[in-house]
């Protein structure tokens, strides 16, 4: 394409929407140069390369009229010469060559500026699966399916998968590069796995989005509750999911759980910066589109079969439908909760049911269920089972034994955001 067809899109102009394409169509980027190259780590090394060539040429030549393909073409053509560097001349190679009209040998000038593949905005293929697939694959550590999820499927940079996860960015990089060296000894196929091994991968796949957006959601650690960008992502993804693959019930199930959660979040913080417990919401705030799409794919779900993230959904709709605090149906929710027990175990189940239980039939009801979690250790080094215990004796009077779990409380969180709501708990305790 001749410079003067590009739209007078330059300098930092340009450098946006590079950043802007990418985050959009990385996926499919990488996932088509897997296709085409067989090898996913040099996929993914080649868009990387194809980035960088676009920041440089972009801002000063402008930005082409079909800037994904302009990218995956760049990508292409850099896996040429890394088949060049490497001897590769095979059957892949003299097929890019033909299809690029790269018939004579390297010159060593600059390439031209590469022309687009054609690009289909709405187009949605199983380029996208199989790299969510790869990324999320169980012989890699959760860590390196997550950072690689976030990079090569999320179009993350490794500084913004860093700082969302509070981690050193030498940290991310070491992930990636052990995840895609692991990736490439096993010889992992670039593809949608078979029907029999699906379900058991797409349980990594989902589980990765959980971790993501629950991260985004409630932040382990830092100074803000909620990282709207990393919550935001997850929900991007799933979304995605939901339509690549949507004869499974978890995938809905997730979607929805991630929708109704999302949907809280303009409600969730006040006009202070600081959170907001939900009983204290406006929940005129709440997104009721956002609601309404979390339904939806609840419903969709449920036709096919509730897995955890149904269920989990579907104690968020309980939350989403009331009109107050205090309509919320608990006593559904607990049954909800008892049925999330059966069908994936935990201890952070057993302790939201406790709390569910309190506010059906009170804390004394719930207190020795909190007190069984403690006695078999379980959530030791957690903020969550003290807290818990903290407010069933706060409601039952007891606010000297209750001032000794929130202290304990206080210690354990690490989030800068709650350990204010814990303190200013601990204020309001009658003396």
Known sequence: MARGDRPAVRGAAGRAAVAAVWRIESARIVGALARYTGEFALAEDVAQEALAEALVAWPRDGVPRDPAGWL???????????????SALDDRYAAFARELGEGGAATGAEPAAPEPEPWDPDRIDDDVLALMFVACHPML??????????????????DEIAAAFLVPTATVQARITRAKKTLAAARVPFEVPAPEQRRERLGSVLGVLYVIFTEGSSASSGATQIRLDLAAEALRLARVLARLVPDQAETHGLLALLELTAARFPARVG?????????????????????????????????????????????????????????????RIVVLYEALGRISPSPVVRLNRAVAVSMARGPAVALPLVDELIGEGALRGSHLV???????LARLGRNAEARVEFADAIALCRNDKERGVLVRRVAELPR
């Open 72 to 86: 995956l073409t760049a990508g292409k053509r850099r896996a040429i010469d890394a088949f060049r560097r490497n």
């Open 386 to 392: 003290p807290n818990v215990r903290g407010e069933l």
């Open 271 to 331: 006009a202070d910066g600081e959170p907001v417990l939900l009983e204290r919401q406006d929940r005129r705030r709440w997104d009721r589109d956002g609601i309404r799409r979390g339904r939806a794919a609840l419903a969709r779900g449920a036709a096919i079969g509730l897995g955890a993230y149904g269920v989990q959904a579907a104690i968020a709709e309980c939350h989403a439908v009331a009109r107050a605090f205090e309509e919320t149906d608990w006593e």
């Open 141 to 158: 550590a959760a860590e390196a399916r997550i950072a690689l999820t976030l990079r090569v499927v999320g179009g993350l940079t490794s």
